[in-house]
């Protein structure tokens, strides 16, 4: 069986708020190192891949495989009913037909509990290589979001191109054109506020930024975000969090004129 | 324009 504590609910609310439009019905699939999940959107262009570790729990048991298949608007209408700071434990039986949900606020004045019914869902899975990306850049979350938030106000795609002189978001719309050129920032003090570029070859890709907007739904879960490019392959967009865990989002690129 | 693509023309399925 399964039985995963998490110090404050907030975690899970803010994962699934994350992808709650981009996928709705998926398996949490649990075992002893944690519960992942991979869904592809219904378009087939973007995918996400969320791991929540085992180190995220407290405690943490799985001791054999078990696919939670869930609606994730309906997880949502539960969670609803957690606050932030309350403590969440997830149970479910080794083929459970539901999830068991506890909210118990940290005084432990009040403890809430939902079944929630399961899906049987027949999950397609992606191989995702190991790949070695051309342009690794890392940023404040914030700022990519107002990037791809400013961009999308002009435009339905943006090209990203990393150089060395630094990397360069850009857009041609109805309206005109725009672009964001960000370079390398070391902020001693506050480390989450540095922009560092790590490049092996200089990469340039489209994508639509529709996807992008929808991906910044994490930031509430990092203060910073990687973005990896390589040209002609998908980018990935990761949030990283505490405990290893992380929800990572994959696009794949424009391509042709 | 730029035509969105697959991302199964990347990702094998498994």
Redesign the interface.
């Known amino acids: 069986m399964l039985e995963a504590r998490l110090e404050q609910a907030q975690l899970l609310k803010k994962v699934v708020d994350a992808i709650k439009d981009l996928v709705q019905d998926c398996n949490f699939d649990c075992n002893d190192s944690g519960i992942a999940l991979q869904a592809?959107d219904n378009?087939?262009?973007?995918?996400v891949s969320m791991m929540l570790k085992a180190e995220s729990f407290n405690p943490f048991r799985c001791d054999r495989n078990i696919a939670i298949g869930l609606n994730l608007v309906s997880l949502t209408k539960v969670l609803r009913a957690a606050q932030n700071e309350d403590i969440l434990t997830l149970k479910a039986e080794d083929a459970p037909d539901s999830l068991n949900l506890t909210f118990e606020s940290s005084d432990k004045d009040r403890i809430s509990e939902y079944d929630l019914k399961l899906m049987d869902i027949d999950q397609?899975?992606?191989?995702?290589?190991d790949t070695d990306y051309s342009a690794t850049i890392s940023m404040p979350s914030a700022e990519f979001k107002r990037i791809c938030t400013d961009l999308m106000a002009m435009s339905?795609?943006v090209t990203i191109e990393a150089g060395k002189d630094g990397i360069k978001f850009a857009c041609n719309g109805d309206i005109g054109n725009g672009s964001i050129t960000l370079r390398t920032v070391q902020d001693v003090e506050n480390k989450e506020n540095n922009i560092e570029i790590a490049l092996t070859e200089p990469v340039s890709l489209?994508f639509?930024l529709k996807y992008l907007v929808n991906f910044c739904k994490a930031q509430n879960l990092s203060k910073t975000v990687k973005l990896h490019i390589s040209n002609e392959?998908?980018l990935l967009v990761e949030y990283a969090m505490e405990g290893g865990s992380y929800l990572r989002f994959?696009?794949?690129?424009?391509?042709?004129? | 324009?730029?035509?969105?693509?697959?991302?199964?023309?990347?990702?094998?399925?498994?």
């Open positions: 592809m378009s087939h262009v973007a995918l397609e899975h992606l191989g995702i290589p339905e795609s489209t639509s392959v998908p994959y696009l794949a690129p424009k391509i042709g004129d | 324009t730029p035509i969105q693509n697959d991302l199964s023309e990347y990702f094998a399925l498994i």
